[in-house]
């Protein structure tokens, strides 16, 4: 059943009805290959008039649509190939060359259909930024309450939205606490908490408890619709694509007709001029651009990239600025918890799996980010009792006989030295904190924020290597976190407190100066999306409403699949122009053979046949991989990327534990600074340095042919060597300790350099290690060791 509503209706083109329908093309494939194949077989058997009438209505056949393909052109400003086509296939039926005119139809009627297989686009009406916009809302009226369709909402109105209700309009917090995700709009996944008072946008969901809003703005006026209004705009302005072959024409097509004017001229006969243009058809520039294109959007889908049309690829190949949005793109899109800070009398990995277990049944982003750093840890949790969650403040369990608080605290925060440190890295890495709180005693701090793509740096470089030469990044988060992102991935312009509209603005600003590429993944990005001279969505969790606008889906959840997207495109563009060129050049040699009489229409036309075949088997090479995804390793790579990539997930976790150890020393070198210095080496000993060795004989050997060659790896393994010597120095300094009793002061100065370099070298090496090495195993890699990997273990 259709609904008749007029928010569900399709918003079509005024243009629409006048497009050639998809399939038409194919249909007249059929008929001029029927066509060609009825006159061959006629000829052969000796009914040679049948055979004439065959080939010419072959003619005939592509001839219509011809004519109204260049009238259009005309219409649009611009004289394509086609008109070349159009003036052989006259030419063949005037002077009787009703041969070379079938196969002239055959050769345009082939190069349409895979140029409408090359350009279908998919549907862009932006339908599910329709469907999130909700129908209808609760009004309240005095003790009573009413739903009402969202048009009836008027300015004043007081609202009552439940808990995973989207906001219908925009308007103000009159009751309660509203704790709302705004991913929708600014693609942020941290939940904000609006207090009364505050302003709450249309759009955004209430991912707490009900509250009650108070209407500033009708639907038509807020500002969801507003978005879906931007996109559409932004839609609609996009500019249409230029044929790579009506480029080429520009120049192809006067030459041509002059050649064959001059034929006509010199010979006085118009067989020689139709033999001109018969070979001067270009076959070359109508079917080598469709099928490198077509080849090239085959070999992408195969790498998860879903290009919706052959223009978006040869966009994509000639693109020189490239627009990003942070979170989802070159952020993970999930907060990670990056450390547990606690107090100077508690245990980082008990403080943890405490706060787990208390989070083990809320359903906020902050605790399942908990949760799982716990688990990584192999830590034991509890099944929580007593569980009370209090939106916008966090979550209060009993574990065990603890009494466990875990979120924002209720009262002013803690005021001693550690709890100041908590607040200045918070504020020095961008990152949230949920504070732990013990039986009323505060004792640690967890922080969490939103990490980069492991394979964020070495897609962009990967990037820039293919041609781009600048990358913006636009984001709706604040200035610090943005401008951190962009100065670790070497960024060229960075711009903060972007609204969809600012970054609408932004994009068409860098459309002008360059063919400008725009990865999103939100609901907030697809008027920008639409905006950009080629759209990317990052559609394996991204939002469908930014997959509706963009003209690309990356569907995997992997950033390098536009690098590899990217590199297809430029060579499937490379062939397309190379297999242009080479068919037009032998098509000049024939035109000069046809100008001095010695080819026949009928000739030119099979001799255009053989060069055709050459340049789409040419062209076909574009389903080839090339250089595009060619760093992938075998099954037993895959395994030791992936067992070692776990093991860094546990050992980062446990790196604080050096700082945090310096920090003690520096503070107060007690004996009791003893201790944790000996946990700090034996954390070395029985976790680091296996690791690293393990690295070194298993991973690294693996690794040398797909990085091409054993030197790749090098300076690793030169910092692997650093690690052990700071290792080794510090197992020194223990020995010395637990012969004085404690840390002598001449020992204070090289200890603390020590626990700091190799702080700084075990995170920089990690870093290193997961954006350069483990980012080459694909996502479902085996989790089983194959048995290569079994047999040499």
Request: hydrophobic share 50%; aromatic share 2%.
């Amino acid at each position: 059943m259709q609904a008749s509503a007029p928010d569900g209706q399709r918003h079509w083109s005024p243009h629409a009805l006048g497009r050639w329908i998809p399939g038409r093309e194919a249909l007249l494939l059929v008929l001029t290959a029927v066509a060609l194949g009825t006159g061959l077989i006629a000829a052969a058997a000796g009914a040679v008039a049948l055979a004439h009438v065959a080939w010419a209505a072959g003619a005939v056949a592509a001839l219509v649509p011809s004519v109204a393909w260049v009238v259009s052109g005309l219409r649009s400003g611009r004289a394509g190939v086609d008109l070349l086509a159009v003036l052989a296939l006259v030419g063949t039926l005037l002077v009787g060359e009703y041969v070379a005119g079938a196969l002239i139809a055959v050769m345009v009627a082939t190069g349409r259909t895979l140029e409408q297989a090359a350009q279908r686009r998919a549907s862009r009406d932006l339908r599910a930024l329709l469907e999130h916009a909700p129908r209808s809302a609760r009004r309240r009226t005095g003790d009573h309450v009413e739903s009402v369709p969202v048009a009836a909402i008027g300015q004043a109105d007081l609202l009552v939205i439940g808990p995973g209700e989207v906001v219908p309009v925009d308007g103000r917090v009159v009751d309660g606490l509203a704790v709302l995700d705004e991913a929708v709009l600014t693609g942020e996944s941290q939940l904000v908490e609006r207090a009364v008072g505050d302003p709450v946008r249309s759009g955004v969901v209430n991912a707490g408890s009900a509250f009650e809003l108070r209407a500033e703005a009708t639907a038509e006026q807020s500002t969801y619709a507003g978005i879906v209004r931007l996109a559409q705009e932004a839609g609609a302005a996009t500019a249409p694509v230029v044929r790579l072959a009506d480029r080429y024409a520009t120049w192809f097509l006067p030459l041509a007709l002059l050649m064959a004017a001059g034929a006509w001229a010199l010979s006085g006969s118009a067989v020689r001029a139709v033999a001109v243009l018969v070979v001067a058809t270009p076959c070359p520039l109508l079917l080598a651009a469709p099928v490198a294109i077509v080849s090239g959007l085959s070999r992408a889908s195969r790498l998860g990239v879903v290009i919706r049309s052959g223009g978006a690829l040869e966009n994509l190949g000639r693109a020189r600025t490239l627009v990003m949005d942070k979170t989802g793109t070159l952020t993970t899109g999930r907060p990670a918890m990056v450390e547990m800070v606690t107090a100077p009398d508690r245990r980082a990995a008990d403080v943890l799996a405490l706060a787990a277990s208390a989070d083990l049944y809320s359903p906020h982003v902050l605790a399942a980010s908990i949760v799982t750093a716990a688990r990584r840890q192999g830590l034991p949790l509890v099944l929580p009792r007593d569980v009370v969650e209090q939106p916008g403040y966090g979550v209060t369990a009993r574990v065990g006989e603890r009494l466990v608080e875990v979120g924002r605290r209720a009262g002013p925060p803690p005021q001693a030295a550690w709890a100041r440190t908590v607040h200045n890295r918070a504020a020095l890495d961008g990152a949230a904190i949920a504070w732990v709180t013990v039986d009323g005693q505060v004792c640690g701090a967890a922080l969490l924020r939103d990490p980069p793509r492991r394979d964020a740096a070495r897609t962009l470089r990967r990037l820039r290597a293919a041609g781009l030469h600048r990358l913006v990044l636009l984001t709706g988060d604040r200035p610090e976190p943005a401008r951190q992102i962009a100065t670790m991935l070497g960024l060229d312009d960075v711009r903060a407190e972007q609204s969809p509209a600012d970054k609408v603005a932004a994009v068409r600003a860098e459309r002008e100066r360059d063919i400008t590429v725009m990865v999103g993944d939100g609901v907030n990005d697809a008027p920008a999306l639409a905006a950009a001279t080629v759209g990317v969505a990052m559609g394996a969790r991204g939002a469908t409403a930014a997959s509706e606008s963009a003209d690309i889906v990356l569907t995997v959840d992997r950033l390098d699949a536009l690098a590899d997207a990217m590199e297809i495109a430029r060579r499937a563009r490379r062939i397309a122009v190379q297999s242009a060129a080479a068919g037009m050049g032998l098509s000049l040699i024939a035109m000069a053979f046809a100008v001095a009489g010695l080819l026949p229409p009928a000739m030119g036309a099979l001799l255009q046949e053989g060069i055709d075949v050459a340049v789409i088997l040419n062209a076909l090479r574009s389903l080839g991989a090339g250089r595009a995804g060619a760093r992938r390793v075998n099954p037993a790579t895959e395994f030791l990327l992936r067992r070692f990539s776990a093991e860094h997930e546990t050992l980062s976790a446990a790196l604080p534990l050096l700082r945090d150890t310096a920090d003690l020393i520096a503070s107060r070198a007690t004996p009791a600074a003893i201790e944790p210095l000996r946990r700090v080496h034996r954390l070395l000993t029985d976790e680091v340095l296996p690791h690293e060795h393990a690295e070194e004989a298993q991973l690294y050997p693996a690794l040398a042919a797909p990085l091409g060659g054993p030197g790749a790896t090098a300076t690793m393994s030169r910092t692997h060597a650093e690690i052990d010597r700071l290792a080794a120095r510090l197992g020194v300094h223990l020995r010395l300790a637990d012969a004085a009793g404690k840390i002598d002061d001449d020992q204070v100065e090289d200890v603390l350099a020590t626990l700091y370099g190799l702080h700084a070298v075990l995170r920089l090496h990690f870093a290193q290690e997961e954006e350069n090495y483990f980012t080459l195993a694909r996502d479902g890699a085996p989790v089983e060791p194959p048995d290569a990997v079994r047999e040499s273990g």
